[in-house]
């Protein structure tokens, strides 16, 4: 079993900035991508930004040069290295959403899911 904590959703004025965070853990194992992906109201849950555990990283074109998205060394002992967060600089209202992390093991049909965190960023 796979367990995801995230932390650090708010409310922010358009331009401001909130770093996002999500603690794996539990069946991690080491070969896994994690990401964060958002639902707006009335819309259907997008990629927002995603990381491999090699460090490869990927970003819906909306938020390219606005949202770092980082993760814990895979050198690192414990959970350290299935921790990952997302940056968000430069924040715009079109930005507001839940936000979810997520987590896939390689060879496995399952995705993970946090319990979302509201981002809501006021013009």
């Known amino acids: 079993q796979v367990q995801l904590v995230e932390s650090g959703g708010g409310l922010v004025e358009a331009g401001g900035s909130l770093r996002l965070s999500c603690a794996a853990s539990g069946s991690v194992s080491v070969f896994n991508t994690m990401g964060w992906y958002r639902q707006a109201p009335g819309k259907q849950r997008e990629l927002v930004a995603g990381?491999?555990?090699?460090?490869?990283?990927?970003?819906?074109?909306?938020?390219k040069g606005r949202f770092t998205i980082s993760r814990g060394n895979a050198s690192s002992r414990g959970n350290a290295r299935n921790t990952v967060y997302l940056q968000m600089n430069s924040l715009k209202p079109e930005d507001t959403a839940v936000y979810y992390c997520?987590?896939?093991?390689?060879?496995?049909?399952?995705?993970?899911w946090g319990q979302g965190t509201q981002v809501t960023v006021s013009s």
């Open positions: 990381i491999s555990i090699s460090g490869r990283t990927n970003y819906v074109d909306s938020v």
């Open positions: 997520n987590l896939h093991r390689a060879g496995d049909p399952n995705d993970y």
